[in-house]
DNA sequence: GCCAACGTTGGC
DNA sequence: GCCAACGTTGGC
């Protein structure tokens, strides 16, 4: 199994939205950068966890964990005119983009960005690198651990 | 709103 | 295939 971190702007999706939704589950979508697509088509797999991230908010950081529980799937927002997400090179032979279905686990509380700074064991983590600005990356097994017994206190 | 860092596009 | 210009992300 594979540990996943995912970003969420949480006035598009947060944590407490995917608690609401029908079976504590929602379609990842959106995802429009090849290397995140890549992590999500060639890494996850159904049973994967994922550090849920509120990103592009006034206090960013890890808010809950989530389960994938789908395999990848075309992402229907890449077909639609009307969305934010159309890309019109995609095409229904040839979709580009890909979602997956996740569920909640468990909401937690914020363990802020300010916070895992401050954390030795997570100096490496891929997530603090500068620049970094994936939406969807992989965490070390290690790294989850650390923030495990973190999101426990 | 600024801006650093990075990704993508397109002319050549 | 290079690389400049442009667009996006996301913290601050």
Known sequence: MAYWLMKS?????????VLAAPEQTV???GV??????????DGMRVG???LFYHSSCAEPGVAGIVEVCSAAYPDASQFDQA???YDPKATLEQPRWISVDVRAVRKTALLSLKQLRTIPALADMRLLAKGSRLSVMPVDA????????LLEK
Request: hydrophobic share 35%; charged share 35%; no cysteine.
């Open 48 to 50: 994967d966890l994922a």
């Open 83 to 85: 969305s934010h997400y």
């Open 9 to 17: 702007e949480p006035d598009e999706v947060s944590i407490d939205d």
């Open 32 to 41: 429009r950068n090849y290397q995140a697509r890549n992590f999500m088509r």
């Open 142 to 149: 290690h790294e989850w651990r650390t923030i495990e017994a």
């Open 27 to 29: 379609a990842w979508f």
